[in-house]
């Protein structure tokens, strides 16, 4: 296997920090652009998140897939900078009140920012009118919630209705293991997405009909 | 609506009054053996109780089939009028479970946590107050699965034999898993059954991981009238042959469709 793309995709699948790094700088150094590792490092987290989804692997296989994956968007960072790909579009995203959970909110910064979006990560357990004030501040295009929790639901919903009272120029992502489409639906959110990688095509979907 | 449906639909009109007098089985989250075996006593008023393993909230689409299956099973039997799942949402793995012939009697509850702490609405309270709290209860305590040195073992175990060649990489696993639970910090212990064992357990959990060690007060009425009645609508859900679980975002949390 001498296609250091291939070698990156396989190194992200079984979460190897250090192949991931040195496949990343061996593509990059034999020509591949900026774009090329990105799409393999997309192409490794989502079948991840395919073997996490069967039950195949768990958290800490994800969380350790992810991290080698951080480690080739550190070497790709300044590339992208150099080549004057800006991000067009920003995304505020964060955990609801009473919510902890940010593992899955992390894998869908990190996926966002890997497709060119710029990310302001709020972090956990925010108040509605917290991200409901970034989102304005930062001028959003879209604003991601996410809930692993039953018990914080409710939250979501009131921070999609508080977001709702007024018009509002960004559109609104909700995810989390528990969050459906028809709960989307109900509470009033733009999207929903069942995956991080789903996350990013449905992030470019509405950014470009909006 | 059908003459066997209706029929079971009166039945249930009179057991939510009077459950005694109406045949029921249980099917319950192994987490609960501790509670159920100290709620039930000597003699308890229903027809046997099957456990399920615990933990396959993490795989609600297992769960769901898991208790499909037993459902099914059960409701073979003839004699059985009604089931008890000692379930809540679990995850929303109890989505979508639909009973062919019996009704089904279900607490209005997120998981085990709402159903030891009486009712969601102290589990939500409790939760935002203390959103870091990692819950533990004895059934918890003796599945190994709550955060501490016996999960680590376990994990090392589990992820040696699955990578034995990358020791490395097992050791990365291990830190992952921590980092996992890492914005936890108060490991809060539930307990209807006095079990200091469960208890002492979950304190050196506490001080392993430099957590804060909280004992929180469990309420048994919710559980106690989920075996015996009265099947109120208010904390119950009674789901009707034919109907199925779904979620609700309100203060009811389960409702039927």
Not at chain 1, 181 to 189: L, P, S, T, V, Y
Not at chain 2, 147 to 173: N, S
Not at chain 2, 204 to 214: E, I, M, N, Q, T
Request: glycine content about 8%; some cysteine; charged content about 25%.
């Amino acid at each position: 296997m001498n296609d250091p793309l291939q070698q990156l995709i396989e190194a992200i699948k079984v979460g190897n920090r250090k192949i991931a790094a040195t496949a990343t700088q061996t593509a990059l150094d034999s020509g591949s652009s900026g774009k090329e590792v990105l799409g393999a490092l997309s192409e490794g987290m989502d079948d991840v998140g395919k073997r996490f989804k069967a039950n195949e692997i768990f958290v800490p296989e994800v969380l350790v897939a992810a991290r080698a994956m951080k480690k080739s968007m550190e070497l790709l960072e300044p590339i992208l900078v150099k080549s004057g790909i800006k991000p067009e579009h920003t995304l505020v995203i964060g955990t609801v009140k009473g919510d902890l959970h940010d593992i899955g909110k992390n894998l869908v910064a990190m996926m966002m920012k890997g497709a060119n979006f710029n990310v302001i990560d709020l972090g956990t357990n925010l108040p509605a009118q917290t991200i409901l004030d970034a989102a304005i501040e930062h001028k959003a295009d879209l604003v991601g919630l996410s809930a692993l929790l039953t018990t914080t639901m409710p939250a979501m919903r009131e921070t999609v209705a508080l977001m709702n009272k007024e018009p509002h120029p960004f559109k609104i992502i909700v995810g989390g293991a528990p969050i459906t489409q028809d709960f989307a639906d109900d509470i009033g959110a733009d999207g929903f997405a069942i995956d991080a990688a789903s996350t990013v095509e449905l992030a470019r979907t509405l950014v470009t009909s909006s | 609506m059908n003459q066997s449906s209706k029929k079971q639909s009166n039945g249930f009109n009179e057991m939510k009054a009077a459950p005694e007098t109406l045949k029921y089985s249980v099917i319950a989250c192994d987490v609960f053996k501790e509670e159920l075996e100290s709620l039930g006593g000597e003699k308890p008023p229903w027809s046997g109780i099957q456990y399920l393993e615990m933990g396959l909230h993490d795989q609600p689409d297992l769960l769901r089939k898991s208790i499909s299956i037993a459902l099914r099973k059960l409701e073979m039997n003839a004699s059985i009028e009604a089931i008890v799942f000692v379930y809540g949402l679990c995850g929303t793995g109890l989505v979508g479970i639909s009973p062919s012939r019996c009704p089904i009697i279900i607490p209005r509850a997120h998981d085990c946590v709402s159903i030891l702490l009486g009712s969601p609405k102290r589990h939500s309270e409790i939760l935002q107050k203390y959103p870091e709290a990692y819950f533990y209860s004895p059934g918890w305590v003796r599945g190994k699965r709550a955060p501490g040195p016996d999960r680590e073992k376990h994990l090392r175990a589990f992820y040696t034999q699955r990578y034995g060649d990358d020791q490395e990489l097992v050791d990365e696993l291990l830190e992952a898993d921590k980092e996992s639970f890492a914005h936890h910090n108060c490991a809060a212990y539930v307990d209807l059954t006095q079990n200091e064992k469960a208890e002492d357990y979950c304190k050196s959990c506490a001080h392993s991981l430099g957590w804060k060690f909280r004992k929180l007060e469990g309420d048994p009425r919710l559980l106690h009238d989920l075996l015996y009645g009265p099947w109120d609508d208010k904390r119950f859900l009674i789901v009707q042959p034919g109907r199925s679980i779904a979620l609700s975002t309100d203060s009811k949390v389960l409702r039927e469709q």
